[in-house]
């Protein structure tokens, strides 16, 4: 599970989500997989410097290259706009329960900074596949980061609306969801 983009594109991206977003769009990764990017575009001469001195190639990896964006957690699957598709419950610290419910064709982002973990309880509805076969649950831990967790409700495959308004207004709904660029800005775009 970990997706790693590099390049001068995700690495210099003015807003870390939207390197996440690049990748998942890309990439379309199903289940759940973290995100990191590598952010000074390093992997290549670090693959040349592990010949020589692995130790200190993964330690400049870990410590200077490497941001982690957090976890996305991405059905596969496909629906009606607005039918429920994923139920996250977060298990935090105290005994505190907390579920977030994510119909299809949605993203939401939840807040987990880089370092923290979170046990969740990952229930598909029974039309998609989180990994354990279609509405299988699962119970796993995911890793936060600059970004946070992702939950990515809009189908593996994922696909836009034919009709270039509807289309527009899922790509706005979208980035507003997951604060993608400054609101001023997509409402001016918008007009």
Same mark, same amino acid.
Request: aromatic share 6%; proline share 7%.
């Given at each position: =599970?970990?997706? %790693?983009?590099?390049?001068?594109?995700?690495?210099?991206? @003015?807003?870390?989500?939207?390197?996440a977003l690049m990748m998942l769009d890309?990439?379309?990764?199903?289940?759940?997989?973290?995100?990191?990017?590598?952010? %000074?575009?390093?992997?290549?001469?670090? *693959?040349?410097?592990?010949?020589?001195?692995?130790?200190? &190639?993964?330690?400049?990896?870990?410590?200077?290259? !490497?941001?982690?964006? =957090?976890?996305?957690?991405?059905?596969?699957?496909?629906?009606? +706009?607005?039918?429920?598709?994923?139920?996250?419950?977060?298990? !935090?610290?105290? =005994?505190?329960?907390?579920?977030? #419910?994510?119909?299809?064709?949605?993203i939401r982002l939840i807040p987990l900074?880089?370092?923290? +973990?979170? +046990?969740?309880? %990952?229930? @598909?509805?029974?039309?998609?596949?989180?990994?354990?076969?279609?509405?299988?649950?699962?119970?796993?831990?995911?890793? *936060?980061?600059?970004?946070? %967790?992702?939950?990515?409700?809009?189908?593996?495959?994922?696909?836009?609306?034919? #009709?270039? &308004?509807?289309?527009?207004?899922?790509?706005?709904?979208?980035?507003?969801?997951?604060?993608?660029?400054?609101?001023?800005?997509? +409402?001016?775009?918008?007009?």
């Open positions: =599970g970990m997706l %790693i983009g590099s390049g001068g594109v995700l690495s210099h991206a @003015p807003r870390r989500v939207q390197a890309a990439f379309a990764p199903e289940g759940v997989t973290r995100l990191a990017v590598d952010s %000074i575009f390093m992997m290549p001469q670090l *693959g040349v410097l592990s010949t020589v001195h692995e130790r200190a &190639a993964a330690q400049v990896f870990d410590r200077d290259c !490497l941001i982690h964006l =957090g976890t996305a957690i991405a059905p596969l699957g496909q629906g009606k +706009e607005g039918e429920p598709c994923l139920t996250v419950t977060r298990h !935090l610290p105290g =005994g505190k329960v907390v579920r977030e #419910e994510v119909p299809f064709g949605e900074d880089v370092g923290e +973990e979170a +046990e969740v309880d %990952i229930h @598909p509805a029974r039309a998609y596949d989180v990994g354990r076969g279609r509405g299988h649950s699962q119970r796993t831990t995911v890793h *936060g980061g600059v970004v946070g %967790i992702i939950l990515d409700c809009r189908g593996r495959p994922l696909a836009l609306p034919a #009709e270039p &308004a509807r289309r527009w207004q899922k790509l706005k709904e979208w980035a507003l969801a997951v604060d993608l660029y400054p609101r001023d800005f997509l +409402e001016k775009l918008s007009g």
